[in-house]
């Protein structure tokens, strides 16, 4: 150890006490490392060091250095060696084929670019690689191919991160993945479950089923009852009904809501005595789970109700629908769900009125009015104002039923003006009207819905949409971009749908964009800037279809 003239400290951390600070730094040897190092962070002026009781040294700055020095030979000193823990076992064998060498560097790219800074302001040209690696995992795995070992830790990470990510780089993981997460506490969200989020549990073996719906997690549980559930309904209501009493109130509102997958008549016992639980959110679910069951008595009882208030109009020479609102909402209807207490601004009677409709079999209204089909019930006139409660009650209605006849009544024809449809108004209910229907007719509706009206109203539509967009939907939605740019609209207003057209449109259509790509001159009355944005956003929109098309072929090889 080099000597000095004072306590300085060497390259290896310690320091040489001279003869005038010995004495000094004795007094403090005894003081524990935290108050060394708290004398250290607040300053000697402020804390100086010093052992209870004891003198504060003359020189306390070398006192604190000499202590800290003993501290730090002592503990290297005492270290003993470390008992080496057991070897993991070694990851199960995943027999999948292993990736394209094209294809593992191009999932390597978009894991690396994840974490990459982003730049503000406006997004340029390049494709957004992060909001490419939903698809590619999705693509991968229909091609059964296995995960890269070296690229399971980015791949797990950008799970932790995004968890709308977890289901397809879960499936991609597989067991190596998995095996991997249980070595890392930062990615034991993992072990939850498998890709699809069932649990990894054999869900065929009774034993292994109870244990872990006995002890597992609450998440876990959950995955289970799921599995189970899509397996064999039956088997999946006997596990709830073995802990239903001992369960939480928040906890037996999610498990109810597992009983939606494979719902059916065997359910409504069960369901039926929920309706007597003590949370009222758990009432409320049971009841709407049982309205889905046009044969259930709850669905009965609520017919016999909505009946009541709604009846044929016979006091004018044209068939139309008369309504008479419930006056009250006695105990019998808040036990099958109603819901006495309306939102601030909402009507007792019409709140009432509509929660009776909504649980209320369609079928029932076609009786009820003579043998109409659902499209002529809809058109009937309705008296007193009450059209706009009613319809929005039936549009409830074939959502939660399911019933796309009467989906497709209450839609009527997508070219018809938005505020004179024979339902609702609102685009967040007719996507969900949408979601009712066949993937092509869904489709073939937003198409003739975005010629007639144009793109400002279809955003909510297009996500319900399967992708990607092909045929008249895709060419529909880059007609209306075009038509978009050339009236000079504003262009930031389309920034939505154009986001969701990188992702969703057909990448065959990338060859009738590229003529958008080029920059138009600025016309009278324009958004000020809006050529450059709109030829930025096609180029950025071609870009991304070629690389999506790219990214496919490389995973066909």
């Not at 003359?58 to 005492?78: E, I």
């Not at 690396?112 to 992060?130: F, I, Y």
């Not at 939606?260 to 049971?286: K, Y």
């Not at 790509?517 to 324009?526: I, R, S």
Request: contains cysteine.
């Amino acid at each position: 150890m080099p000597h000095t003239t004072g306590p300085t400290a060497t390259t290896t951390g310690t320091t040489t006490p001279t003869s005038a600070s010995a004495s000094a730094s004795a007094s403090v040897d005894g003081l524990p490392w935290e108050e060394l190092v708290t004398s250290a962070l607040l300053g000697t002026d402020r804390r100086p060091p010093a052992s209870r009781g004891g003198p504060v040294p003359a020189d306390a700055p070398a006192a604190l250095l000499d202590a800290a020095a003993v501290h730090t030979v002592r503990r290297r000193a005492g270290l003993l060696p470390a008992v080496p823990e057991a070897r993991p076992e070694p990851a199960a064998p995943d027999p999948r084929p292993a990736l394209p060498e094209a294809a593992r560097h191009r999932l390597a790219h978009l894991l690396a670019d994840r974490s990459a800074p982003s730049g503000g302001g406006r997004r340029g040209t390049a494709p957004d690689l992060t909001e490419l690696i939903p698809q590619w995992l999705a693509i991968a795995n229909r091609r059964g191919f296995r995960a890269p070992a070296a690229l399971l830790p980015p791949l797990l990470d950008a799970a932790r991160a995004r968890t709308d990510l977890r289901p397809q780089a879960l499936a991609f993981a597989g067991p190596r993945g998995r095996w991997l997460a249980g070595l890392n506490p930062d990615w034991k969200f993992a072990l939850r479950g498998s890709a699809s989020g069932a649990p990894q549990t054999d869900t065929t073996d009774p034993d292994a089923v109870a244990r872990l719906w006995e002890e597992g997690l609450f998440a876990e549980r959950v995955a289970l009852l799921d599995a189970v559930r899509a397996q064999d309904p039956p088997a999946g209501l006997a596990l709830l009904a073995t802990t239903w009493s001992a369960e939480r109130a928040e906890d037996r509102l999610m498990f109810l809501d597992s009983l939606r997958s494979g719902l059916g008549d065997a359910d409504e016992p069960f369901l039926e005595q929920a309706l007597s639980d003590r949370s009222r959110n758990v009432r409320a679910t049971a009841a709407e789970l049982l309205s889905a069951l046009p044969g259930s008595a709850l669905a009965g009882r609520m017919a016999a109700r909505a009946m009541s208030c709604v009846h044929p109009d016979r006091t004018g020479d044209v068939a139309g629908i008369a309504v008479e609102a419930p006056h009250e909402c006695d105990a019998g209807m808040q036990r099958d769900g109603v819901m006495a207490v309306p939102p601030t601004g909402r009507g007792e009677r019409s709140w009432w009125l509509g929660q009776l409709v909504e649980a209320t079999p369609l079928g029932v209204w076609e009786e009820r009015f003579g043998g109409r089909p659902a499209e002529e019930v809809v058109a009937l006139p309705v008296a007193d104002d009450w059209a706009d409660e009613l319809h929005t009650a039936w549009c409830r209605a074939a959502v939660r039923q399911r019933d796309p006849r009467w989906a497709r009544a209450l839609l009527g024809r997508p070219s018809a003006p938005v505020a004179s449809g024979p339902g609702t108004a609102s685009i967040a209910e007719r996507s969900k009207l949408l979601a009712t229907l066949d993937a092509g007719e869904r489709a073939s509706w937003v198409a003739g819905f975005i010629a007639a009206h144009g793109l400002s109203e279809a955003f909510q539509l297009l996500g319900v949409c399967t992708v990607p967009w092909a045929g008249p939907l895709g060419r529909a939605v880059v007609d209306a971009l075009d038509i978009a740019r050339d009236g000079g609209s504003y262009p930031w207003s389309f920034s939505g749908v154009m986001g969701l057209a990188e992702r969703c449109l057909d990448p065959a259509e990338a060859d009738r964009l590229e003529v958008l790509t080029a920059a138009q001159d600025e016309q009278e009355g324009a958004s000020p800037g809006a050529g450059g944005y709109w030829s930025e956003a096609f180029q950025r929109l071609v870009s991304t279809l070629r690389l999506r098309a790219a990214m496919e072929a490389e995973l066909m090889t």
